[in-house]
């Protein structure tokens, strides 16, 4: 484990405000119990929410941020552009990207994809199994054939994304539909994760193989230590043939 991972939990917080049985699920609201166990597992994670300044995301707080993990519903309109574009930017730069259930439609996640995102749902109280579909892949380290859920949103498919680089898990839902639910991407020099489960009102953060989904993503998600490739007009390594003559 990185025990210098710097993770950054970002969360709406309007669900948990306005919903009181969001609120007895999540007291202090869903970012503070994702960064909670991640903090167990042996990482500095903190904390942004909309309604900071610059949505908590200032330069410095991203800069200082190794993976960004991001919950969203009911005000994706009001994430900032200029917000946006400073995160895209860093995911390309390098800063890993975990995308939570509803953040599908997130400004940011559209911006990455370049589709937009959008699915089928039902609220229903129905059960959802994530069937293990990489099981040699890290995000999906300790975990089991499947992870079963008895309560969820669900999201079907055709979920409106480009093929995913990895696809990790797929979920079937007690309806009948299924979903790709782990998606795994590059961006640039970033790595981007979409991760399914999660509606506010279950207590699906709590569930133990849930965050050691989340902790194995983040960890995967990391920044590679390494220089940016160089882009641009550049000098040749070697001397050219016509320069020889």
Known sequence: MNNHLRVTVWNENRHEQTNPKAKEIYPEGIHQAIARFLNEAGMDAGTATLDEPEHGLTD??????????????????EVQDEIVSKVQQ??????GLIVLHSGHYSKIFKALMGT???????????????????PGHPIAEGIGEYIELPEEEMYGEHFDIPVPDELIFTSWFEGGEIFRSGCAYTRGSGKVFYFRP??????????????????????WAQPVKRELPIRGNVQPLEQIGAAKR
Do not use: F
Request: charged share 30%; proline share 3%; net charge neutral.
């Open 60 to 77: 410095e707080k991203l800069a200082r941020t190794d993976v960004l993990i991001w919950w969203g519903h009911l005000a994706h309109d």
């Open 116 to 134: 937009s995102c959008s699915l089928k749902w039902r609220e229903a109280d129905e059960k959802e199994r994530l069937w293990v579909v990489a």
């Open 90 to 95: 860093r995911v390309l730069d390098g800063m």
């Open 198 to 219: 999660g509606h506010e009102t279950y207590p699906t953060y709590h569930n133990p193989a849930i965050q050691r989904v989340i902790v194995n993503a983040a960890k």
